[in-house]
T-cell receptor, first 113, second 113 residues
Framework: DSGVTQTPKHLITATGQRVTLRCSPRSGDLSVYWYQQSLDQGLQFLIQYYNGEERAKGNILERFSAQQFPDLHSELNLSSLELGDSALYFC????????????FGSGTQLSVL | GDSVTQMEGPVTLSEEAFLTINCTYTATGYPSLFWYVQYPGEGLQLLLKATKADDKGSNKGFEATYRKETTSFHLEKGSVQVSDSAVYFCALTRSGGSYIPTFGRGTSLIVHP
């Protein structure tokens, strides 16, 4: 058990809808990272937050947004969903800003039908 | 930009066989190198790391040596077990700049009894 909790584990929705994925980092970790894993793209970095502030942005679509709350949990919002957004979304956390050692949650499997 | 290239999988071996999973990287400076492992239904977890040239990372019988001259970080294990069946990801974090890990696409390992 990595200590990183992601909910829900599975999400099935329709095109055009909006969903929210939730992540609770390990106790004491200030950084949260979001990754998207798909068969054709591999593991793609989306966005990082550190202590409530956005720190780095990767290949995140404009339809996607995220935030980190004062209690350090994070939410990833995906809107106007398309079939191609179907993927496994991982949250990871680390103590510091740097990615020397990431702890991953077990992911949210999103299926857009 | 930074990139990590891993050998295509799946790699299929019999129990007690020798394992090599190739990984090469492109990055400026002196990155830190990592291997993560993803067991079925779980998130990634750090397997081993090396932070400078000629360093050897090791854990659970797995080893990888940071070779700057060949920009490689190949993963090896002398005798694999069925329980080693998983997806293995090579990754790098560049020092002095973005600390966001860049991951390879992953190599699936299947070990048969």
């Amino acid at each position: 058990d990595s200590g990183v909790t992601q909910t829900p584990k599975h999400l099935i929705t329709a095109t055009g809808q909006r969903v929210t994925l939730r992540c609770s980092p390990r106790s004491g970790d200030l950084s949260v990272y979001w990754y998207q894993q798909s068969l054709d793209q591999g593991l793609q970095f989306l966005i990082q937050y550190y202590n409530g502030e956005e720190r780095a942005k990767g290949n995140i679509l404009e339809r996607f947004s995220a935030q980190q709350f004062p209690d350090l949990h994070s939410e990833l919002n995906l809107s106007s969903l398309e079939l191609g957004d179907s993927a496994l979304y991982f949250c990871a956390s680390s103590v510091a800003q740097g990615g020397e050692k990431l702890f991953f949650g077990s992911g949210t499997q999103l299926s857009v039908l | 930009g930074d990139s990590v290239t891993q050998m295509e999988g799946p790699v299929t071996l019999s129990e007690e066989a020798f394992l090599t999973i190739n990984c090469t990287y492109t990055a400026t400076g002196y990155p830190s190198l990592f291997w993560y492992v993803q067991y079925p239904g779980e998130g990634l977890q750090l397997l081993l790391k090396a932070t400078k040239a000629d360093d050897k990372g090791s854990n659970k019988g797995f080893e990888a040596t940071y070779r700057k001259e060949t920009t490689s970080f190949h993963l090896e294990k002398g005798s694999v077990q069925v329980s080693d069946s998983a997806v293995y990801f090579c990754a790098l974090t560049r020092s002095g700049g973005s600390y966001i890990p860049t991951f390879g696409r992953g190599t699936s390992l299947i070990v048969h009894p």
